[in-house]
């Protein structure tokens, strides 16, 4: 899959599907990064002088840093002057009958609702479908017991405080290239804060809050739970979700203080580009959790079944004593997909633990790689890690690979790390044959049950979309 | 260090080896020594290799005496070949009654007499994978040992290859190059031994090549004890044809910095490799021991067994990768490997690593770090085990499973011994 960079431009600035209509946008910046391009974004999103300043702090870090070439993924130079960092929603479809019919066949195999169809394929929304009621009603139960559930801009405007104290603690500005990108030119994205002693009420998803519909492709997240609170959130969407924007470099920052409690679940299924690997979302992603305080937990719950390139390792940094950190995947690869994925747990703090559960499939040509660190410091006192990656292959072409790193400085420390890749079982395979099951169906049931321990840690509806996502994602990967 | 390598002018042998000096020597200049942003090397800092001095070699290599206790090892009473910081010493040698069939010879002798059949090896082209030490070898390597074993021999006494650092006032860095190929058939037994009394801090810089032809056996054992003071680092390579068959064990226990990256590749169908390894530390001792295998082949199997204790100030390394190419149906790997932390100042990195593009195989590995079981030294102590003795039963135990398929036993027994006079003081 060498692409020249020439064909990456061009692949950058293609749009996704055809017979969208072009509107005339109101706000949108030309093409091309600098100073004055971060300045006018951060002037038409209204924001105060020290956000603009620490956007810029960030770009200047940016200038001095290189891509990251360690992951094991093929890809050409992207330019960062050919895209333009801020467009207003725009390309709206006027219904559904002109939205791509291929994506509507998928809907109909996930058996998405009629009236959100048109929502995900990205048709403005108020010309169909009333969400605003549903989404009210839900932020007056939210307001209720004082959680804040916003965007990101909207966050910056009228809690600047609050994002100001955590924005950048848990990934500073430098942390890595995309990450530099994404705090210099942001688009937008969720903030949630969790009041002390709240459970909150409700799962709460994207899905529910006003003008989620285009975060842009710089999308940044920033929840912060106090002292023995309790969230759960959820991110994406099972169906594939309509998008023009070719690179993706979203940042997430969980703060998670005493006794507090976060869990983080993401179902990625941007377009993954057809079956001969052309165009699909690249997706360079820093997520990362602090548990700060004591006797705190962060759950990151994955399955990432889009996205040409998916570049992602939510992680977890265990500073307080007897922090939990938690990390469950599925990554599905098929056609020319890769994925490097995985995740980081560092020990800091005493008596702390991490699991992890990772699920790789790879199929058509596709390479889908595990990465995962687990670094036990010096003072982390007991630290108990347990890491279990399991990979199958489906299909001769295709490449699965495990690069787990270990770095434990404290002789208290319990670190164990297995994994097992191997093809779907021939004996498990001729079984469900001989009881009458298709071969296709056979090695999706398989491939369930592979995921199961993974799907178990959904929040329930999301688990029974995401097993038919698996199914969808598959489907001409067998024969 | 760079400044040393470009002192010496490399060599004056033929043209065509003066000319492939030169040419490695002009490529290391602009690669540098490997540098932890290199895979290969993330948690091996060579940094203080840079800051030292070292003498090109030891001229008075020849003539230092050696007590001969420190070359003796139980069970290789056979063919002996001896190198005193880098130099090929036949008078401490032992290879008058070499079996039929198997040949050895210095390399620094083979330059002299007849080079041109060494060509392929010394003036081939440096793979893309060779990273600075590797080209600075093939720039600078003086000396080494050529082994061939002819089709179908069967050497019946193990090779006993002697890498001794003797003190020698200042610090020096020696570059060898060995080749060991064995024809079809053929089976040959290596102790490669390292031992030492130098205080000087020497360098010691070991390129190897092997090669196994169809249905040829190698066993290799390194016993590794050299001075504290020394840096070893080793790189080798070996191919596996059809059936080839290489054991390997080693007990890594000397060296200030002891690295080996051990290359395996299954080329052939139904080629096996198995290894045995086990490192103890302590003192601010380095141990890196990267295993690389590729299956290539058909119905390869690859089968790794690591131990690694460290204890003070002590840092060991593993990493474990098994890459299976397409093609490589049938292909089994697994690489296991379990450490033990002894004290709070030591560290322990450990990479298992699977890279797999076919898919008719089994590929698995698992890799732990822990201390010892607290419930069992409870027991021991309760049956009237001293606390210390209890530690140090249990570390042996933790080891000793590496060792098992030693041959003979003698040298098994006396690795055994080894390692109990090895292991460090615990901190209670």
Redesign the interface.
Known sequence: MATQPGEVQAALSRRYGAGFVTDIESHSLPPGLGEDTIRALSAIKEEPEWMTEWRLAAYRRWLKMTPPN?A?LKLGAIDFQAISYYSAPKNKPKSLAEVDPKLLETYDKLGVPLHERAKLAGVAVDAVFDSVSVANTARDQLAKVGVIFCSMSEAIREHGDLVRQYLGTVVPQGDNFFAALNSAVFSDGSFVFIPKGVRCPMELSTYFRINAGHTGQFERTLIIAEEASTVSYLEGCTAPMRDENQLHAAVVELVALEKANIKYSTVQNWYPGDENGKGGIYNFVTKRGECRGDDSRITWTQVETGSAITWKYPSCVLRGDRSVGEFHSVALTNNYQQADTGTKMIHIGRDTKSKIVSKGISAGRSQNSYRGLVK?E?GALNARNHTRCD?I???????????????????????????????ISDDQLFYCRSRGIGEEDAVSMIVDGFCKQVFRELPMEFAVEAKKLLEVSLEGAIG | MQAAAAARPPGCGPAWLDDARHQALRAFMERGLPDTREELWKYTALRALQQQAYAPCDEDAASRSVADDLLRLDGCAGPRAVFVNGTFRVDLSRLDNLPEGLTLQPLSEAMQRQSEPLRFLLAARADEDEDGLTLLNRALAADGLIVRVADGVRASQPLHVVHVGASAGSAVGWHLRDLIELGEGASLAVVEHHVGDDASGHLANLVRGVTLRANAHLDWTVVQRASRNTTLLRRTDCVLHDHAELDFHALELGGKLARHELRVDLAGARARFASRGAFVLDGRQHADSEVLVTHRGRDTLSDSLWRGVAGDRARGVVHGRILVQPGADGSDGGFYNKNLLLSPTAEIDTRPALEIYADEVKANHGATVGQLDENVLFYLRSRGIPLDTARRMLVRAFCAVTLDGIQPASLREFCETLLAEQLPETEA
């Open positions: 360690w094991h036990v010096k990979s292959l489906i299909g001769k072409k295709c490449g699965s690979h495990t690069f787990p790193y270990m770095e434990v400085k404290n002789p208290t420390a319990i670190v164990e790390h297995e994994a097992t890749t191997s093809k």
